[in-house]
């Protein structure tokens, strides 16, 4: 019956000749498929939507189709994909989800982010492997009920939609693997007092939502590490200074002790709680302002811009005319100030980049970043497009080789450990290598010596590469995109940078205890007298000299957190 069902589709489409990518599947029995950009979205178009013999690779267990806006919708025969373990449909334009997809049992990972979905079918509830759901910049304005179900759900997330509560049933005790929620940018009022419930919670993000006050419970949760309240206008105005500046454990004291509001903690009756308040209020105005500009100063990051003008080894980035077809924009600066030397900061910078990757850059399919050692750099720097075949780099941690013979490496290398490990998911480092398909160029930036540095959206190069003795970073994103996503990216790598430099600065951890053990050859510079980053500005031209982009500019690094000053 499953093949004469098909068989009709197939008739149906029989004016439209079935896609390689789809054909070359099918032939080689395969259990991965990735559909992206612009020549997909261009077959889409063509087609009427995607072709129906998609749906008849019924041994796919990995099915990603993303960038396409021509995709409005997914056809109700995706349930004949039983198989499947991971379904991405991200940064597509799609209105609905077929009820069809409860069916597909299997189903580990959904991503259905950056559409035009206003609902969620309620089916959804019935993929009891859910392990990861991703549904974040839509226009939901309510998650179905029932998504305890999914019991073996582990990270979700709903930011960038317009949720105004989140369902209680999601704050059940049966959720017990929930570790991640992602709630941000919502109008979310209230985070409800059962969120002690989830045992293995530790990542919980609802800024920029409408909260009014935090559950005293909320200190309640063990493994609770990283939480996001920053954009919420909160009654407790310390407590807002508080989730605007300090670390998590810092806020969850806070809430745990009795705050300055009803909250109280476990380690506090209600009369004694209100005692604490009581005892807060009678100090008078006076305390309470100096108290506010103590958490201030406390929690004050400073970020200082310095014009290209005033530097005078100013570094500049020529970007020759072949990269406008290949990956047109670029954006870059110097950072000075960063302290990689104590403890683990350089590791919690290298994840903080990891992040960033895999959230604002869209796994770097819109952008990637690269850092460098400015040390190491031999300046000016040309971005430029060279053919695959003679394009050559000194990879992190390999011996120089052609770029193609690295793709070459680096996809048997994925191939392996994907038999290893017995899983036909397509690994992050195989997405990488997918985004250069077709490509007779590739983009690369070079230095004075001709060396390349960098390779988006691969790898760096193991000349440049920063280490705990790095005193200056050059900061690199590039963008197939947009100019603006470029900016973005770099915006929110600078903030962070800041708030990773301040935690570094409070924490005052000994040199030396991280993992990467470089040498460093020259004397340990003193411990730095603040937390504060120097921006050097870079000016980005092309082959006639003419400036195409310099940042930061004035209309950059322009942040809603509080604590954040930037002095221009």
Same mark, same amino acid.
């Given at each position: ?11 149906e489409?029989?004016?439209?000749n079935?896609w390689?990518e ?9 259990r991965?498929?990735? /559909?992206?950009?612009s020549?997909v ?5 063509s ?13 796919l267990?990995?099915l990603?189709i993303s960038?396409?806006p ?5 056809h109700?025969?995706i349930r004949?994909?039983s198989?499947?373990?991971? @379904? ?10 077929p009820k ?10 959904l ?12 089916e959804?509830?019935?993929l009891?492997?859910?392990n ?7 226009s ?8 305890s179900?999914?019991?073996k759900l582990? &990270?979700?997330n709903?930011?960038k939609n317009?949720?105004?509560r ?5 704050w059940?005790s ?5 570790s991640t929620?992602?709630a941000? =940018?919502?109008?979310i #009022?209230?985070?409800?007092?059962e969120?002690?419930n989830?045992p293995?919670?530790?990542v919980?993000d609802?800024?920029?939502?409408k909260?009014?006050?935090l559950p005293?419970e /909320?200190a309640?949760? &063990?493994? @609770?590490k ?7 206008k909160l009654?407790?105005?310390r407590?807002?200074k508080m989730?605007n500046g300090c670390?998590?454990k ?5 809430l745990?002790a ?8 476990k380690q506090q009756?209600?009369e004694a709680s209100?005692?604490l308040?009581?005892?807060?209020k009678?100090?008078?105005k006076q305390?309470?302002k100096k108290?506010? #500009? =103590?958490?201030? #100063?406390?929690n004050?990051?400073v970020?200082r811009v310095?014009?290209v003008s005033?530097?005078p080894?100013?570094v500049?980035?020529?970007?020759s =005319? ?8 670029i954006v870059?600066c ?29 796994k770097r399919?819109t952008?990637t970043?690269?850092?460098h050692?400015l040390?190491?750099l031999?300046a000016?720097l040309?971005?430029?497009a060279?053919?695959?075949d003679? @394009?050559?780099?000194v ?14 490496l680096?996809?048997q =290398?994925a191939d ?14 195989h997405?990488?290598?997918?985004l250069?398909d077709g490509k ?6 070079v230095?004075?010596?001709d060396h390349?540095v960098s390779?988006?959206p ?8 920063i280490?705990r ?10 963008? &197939?995109?947009?100019?603006q996503?470029c900016k ?10 800041a708030?990773?430099?301040?935690l ?10 991280? #993992?990467e053990?470089?040498v ?12 504060e980053?120097?921006v050097?500005?870079?000016k980005?031209?092309d082959?006639?000299g003419?400036l ?5 500019s004035k ?5 809603d957190v ?7």
């Amino acid at each position: 019956m499953f093949r004469v069902m098909l068989d009709n589709m197939a008739e149906e489409n029989s004016s439209l000749n079935i896609w390689p990518e789809i054909e070359k599947a099918e032939k080689e029995n395969r259990r991965e498929l990735v /559909l992206q950009g612009s020549a997909v979205d261009k077959k889409i178009q063509s087609s009427g939507g995607l072709h129906a013999r998609l749906y008849s690779l019924s041994l796919l267990n990995y099915l990603e189709i993303s960038q396409c806006p021509s995709l409005h919708e997914i056809h109700e025969n995706i349930r004949h994909l039983s198989h499947l373990q991971s @379904l991405i449909l991200c940064r597509n334009k799609l209105t609905a989800v077929p009820k069809s997809i409860g069916d597909l049992k299997a189903i580990k990972v959904l991503d259905l982010s950056v559409n035009q979905l206003q609902s969620l079918p309620e089916e959804i509830c019935a993929l009891s492997e859910l392990n990861t759901l991703n549904i974040s910049c839509n226009s939901i304005t309510a998650l179905p009920d029932g998504l305890s179900k999914c019991v073996k759900l582990a &990270s979700i997330n709903v930011s960038k939609n317009a949720l105004s509560r989140i369902p209680d049933d999601l704050w059940c005790s049966n959720l017990e693997l929930l570790s991640t929620i992602i709630a941000s =940018e919502n109008a979310i #009022e209230q985070l409800s007092s059962e969120v002690h419930n989830l045992p293995a919670l530790k990542v919980l993000d609802l800024s920029s939502n409408k909260l009014q006050e935090l559950p005293w419970e /909320l200190a309640d949760c &063990s493994k @609770l590490k990283e939480t996001n309240f920053k954009g919420n206008k909160l009654k407790d105005k310390r407590l807002e200074k508080m989730v605007n500046g300090c670390q998590t454990k810092s806020v969850l004291d806070y809430l745990r002790a009795g705050g300055r509001g009803k909250g109280k903690g476990k380690q506090q009756d209600g009369e004694a709680s209100e005692k604490l308040v009581s005892k807060k209020k009678s100090g008078g105005k006076q305390k309470g302002k100096k108290e506010a #500009e =103590e958490v201030d #100063e406390l929690n004050r990051m400073v970020v200082r811009v310095l014009h290209v003008s005033k530097v005078p080894t100013a570094v500049t980035v020529k970007v020759s =005319e072949g990269i406008k077809d290949v990956r047109p924009y670029i954006v870059c600066c110097i950072v000075k100030g960063m302290n990689l030397r104590q403890g683990n900061a350089l590791k919690r910078f290298l994840v903080a980049q990891t992040k960033l990757h895999d959230e604002i850059c869209g796994k770097r399919t819109t952008a990637t970043i690269a850092t460098h050692d400015l040390g190491l750099l031999k300046a000016p720097l040309l971005y430029d497009a060279r053919p695959r075949d003679t @394009l050559k780099i000194v990879p992190l941690g390999r011996k120089e080789m052609r770029a193609a013979e690295l793709l070459e490496l680096l996809q048997q =290398e994925a191939d392996e450990l994907r038999k290893h490990k017995k899983r036909q998911n397509v690994s992050g480092l195989h997405k990488y290598l997918q985004l250069l398909d077709g490509k007779d160029f590739y983009p690369c930036l070079v230095d004075a010596e001709d060396h390349v540095v960098s390779f988006p959206p691969i790898t760096n190069s193991e000349r440049t590469k920063i280490k705990r003795s790095t005193q200056e970073l050059f900061l690199e994103v590039t963008s &197939s995109t947009s100019l603006q996503i470029c900016k973005d990216v770099m915006d929110a790598l600078i903030i962070r940078m800041a708030e990773l430099n301040k935690l570094t600065f409070d924490v005052k951890e000994d040199v030396g205890s991280d #993992e990467e053990t470089d040498v460093i050859s020259a004397p340990p510079a003193d411990d730095p007298a603040s937390s504060e980053l120097t921006v050097v500005q870079v000016k980005v031209v092309d082959v006639d000299g003419n400036l195409k982009v310099v940042y930061p500019s004035k209309t950059d690094l322009i942040s809603d957190v509080s604590n954040l000053t930037v002095i221009r």
